[in-house]
């Protein structure tokens, strides 16, 4: 009985704390694929969970940081949504690859052509953004996540160090240093990169299928002499007790 107590003790704890754990994580978030360096351009996901068990996510709503304006903003095409994207005037023209940059991007906005985002699911929607301040450690977006049933959740609260997460926190996208030499990736290395990448892809999966062919006929030669060895100590065994039975 004591031991079901404490099993029983146990899993309730677990909930509790799986419970309490749960909504730290459930909402807008932002985050790099790969890196996000000061000076550079990155792609990064907006990544929406659907919080609701009766109402679906059917729109979303991405503000720009005005203090730190974007002039490059590329969505990439999400099956299921439409995407506009909004750009305003700028009170002081950007300098970009030379070149004086009069308005950025202010918002994005996701509008669902069918379902949605369903209770229990999420989505992921990335955009490639640049050129990166160097001048800032963060970017604060905020979202607006609405949902079938008309709700509209408000993820604008900024987050303050030292501090305990607000109930509802915009995404944050931290940025990492800029590399050493003061590089930064223009759309030539960007796509040299990809290039190289591929083919490092393409490369290890030759490897890869060469090790499997390799490790397959291993695996078929220790199998024929097992089978090989265990017919021979069969035979022994015959054998032996027939030299007892004559014995």
Not at 30 to 42: D, F, L, N, R, S
Not at 209 to 228: F, K, P, Q
């Amino acid at each position: 009985m004591k031991a079901s107590r404490i099993v029983a003790a146990g899993a309730a704890a677990g909930v509790t704390v799986l419970a309490l754990s749960v909504p730290a994580f459930a909402h807008v978030s932002v985050q790099p694929e790969g890196t996000a360096a000061k000076g550079g351009y990155a792609v990064v996901d907006f990544k929406v969970p659907n919080e609701r068990d009766d109402a679906s996510t059917t729109k979303v709503e991405v503000t720009f940081p005005a203090d730190h304006p974007l002039a490059s903003v590329m969505p990439e095409p999400v099956p299921g949504w439409k995407v506009d994207v909004t750009k305003s005037k700028l009170a002081k023209p950007l300098e970009l690859h030379g070149e004086k940059i009069s308005e950025a991007v202010t918002k994005v906005t996701w509008t669902a052509d069918g379902k949605g985002i369903e209770p229990g699911y999420f989505e992921k929607f990335p955009l490639s953004i640049g050129q990166l301040p160097e001048d800032t450690d963060q970017l604060v977006f905020k979202a607006l996540q609405t949902y079938s049933n008309k709700e509209v959740v408000r993820w604008i609260e900024v987050p303050q160090e030292g501090k305990e997460e607000p109930d509802n926190p915009a995404p944050v996208l931290e940025l990492s240093a800029a590399s050493e030499d003061g590089h930064h990736a223009s759309s030539g290395d960007e796509a040299s990169d990809a290039k190289s990448a591929e083919k490092a892809s393409d490369d290890t999966t030759a490897s890869d299928a060469g090790s499997s062919d390799g490790t397959d006929t291993t695996a078929r030669v220790l199998g024929v002499v097992g089978i090989v060895v265990g017919a021979a100590g069969v035979a022994y065994g015959v054998l032996a007790g027939r030299r007892r039975t004559n014995a």
